[in-house]
Each structure stands twice: as structure tokens, then as C-alpha cells.
């Protein structure tokens, strides 16, 4: 495996926070200090913060992503979003299967792979959450759920397409609790990632597959998760809502 031969990506998912207005400001502020970024840059935000993002990051180097997309073109399906719809918008990313969305939303691996499926079709770059809970690390089930929920999410995904497909490895259990995976967790995690990957679609395929990790990661940590052969990038929550921390982060996948 060859680390330089990935691309790093680190994404922000705001969740449910900041206001149209609130976004544009962090946006605003976030644009100098990331401008001299050696990896991608992405914000992942509310539907309706999409407009005013899109607006602010012109010009820039930050992109901008959705938190989910559903996996029909059009139809009555009240209060979704269609992943045309997205990319009209200037969407270029996708979080999709966030384990906020599997525990409160009922996502399930059928309907994460219907929504990859869709937003690659519309040409999106999905970034497909996988990840295990306390109780499923504890009963030994780690590498068993991460490989079935990546090659359930990659169902009928063909390999031309992988190139638009980020997995983010996100331990439920380290998801806004401050609590990080150690690095060697995270890279064992990734790494499980890639190996489901090689499996399904070959060495090659798995060596250029980018893999975040997800989960506490902060300004602090970042730099010795990040320096992890399998670990190609982050996906960060709270600290993605600060314009210092977030850029720290860029900072220490640049390197
Ligand atoms: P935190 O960085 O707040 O733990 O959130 C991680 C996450 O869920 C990103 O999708």
C-alpha cells in the first residue's frame, strides 16, 4: 500500500448547525486559511445553508457537499432532496449512512447503498459512513460489520465509478463523545475498509480508494491520525464548526 498514491480529503459535516448567514460567515472566515491547502477541502451542510455556501466558496478551494441525498430522481417524497437536485445546487460531495442518520432515521445498508448509488449516478463524490458501536467492538464484530457494511454500501457499484467514493470510517462510539479511536484503531479500522474493498473490486482498486477517519477528531490529534498509513483524510463534526480548529486540521493533511 502506498499512502501518496491516495488523495486527502478532509470534510467537514456541520450536521444541524449554522444559519444560511452563520455558514457564509464561517465560510468567509475559513477561506484564507485554508487556501494554501495540500489536500481537498469540503463542507458538508444543511440543505438550506447549500445556496449561500455555494456563493461563499466560489473561487475558492473549499467544496461543498450535502449530508444526504435520497435515492429516487423525483416522486412524492416529501420534504427529500434528489441528487440532481443537488448537483444543480453546486454540490459536488455527499455524507451518506452517517450513523446519526442510521440510529435517529432509520437508514438502513440497503437504502445507504440505493443513496450511493444515486448520487453517483448525478455524478456526486459520495462519502459513505461505515462504523461499528461500543457493544460491537466489545463482541469482537469489528471486522466482520465493517467489511459487510462496506461492500453492502458498494452493491452494484460499478469500478469505474469508485473514483467518486470516499468511506469514512466513523466509530459510532467516538462520535462526538470527545473519545478518539487510538491511531492504530483508526488505522485497523481503515485498513478493514480498504481490505473489503480489495476483496470486492481488487488490490488496485482498494490502494487508491480514499479512507477518512471519523470521530473526535480535533486541531489536537489530527496530525499523528492523519500520519497513519491507512488513514487518507477526515470527516470532523464539531470541530469543522470552528474556522481555526477546521483549518488545523487541513494543515496537518497537508503535510
Ligand atoms: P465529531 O467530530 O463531532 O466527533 O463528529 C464526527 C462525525 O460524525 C463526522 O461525520
Redesign the pocket.
Known sequence: MNKAYRKAVIAG?WKMNKTPREAAALIEEMKPLVCNAGCDVVLCVPYVDIAAAVETAKGSNIKIGAENVHFKASGAYTGEVSAQMLVESGVEYVVIG?SERRTYFGETDQTVNLRTLAALEAGLTAIVCVGETLEQRELGYTETLLKYQTKMALTNVKPEQLKNVIIAY?PVW???TGVTATADQADEGNGYVRAAVAEAYGEAAAKALTVQY????NAGNAAELLAKENVDGG?????SLKAPDFAAIVDAASK
Open positions: 459535516n452517517h466513523e467516538a462520535i462526538g471519523g470521530g473526535s477528531m470527516l470532523i463534526g464539531g470541530a
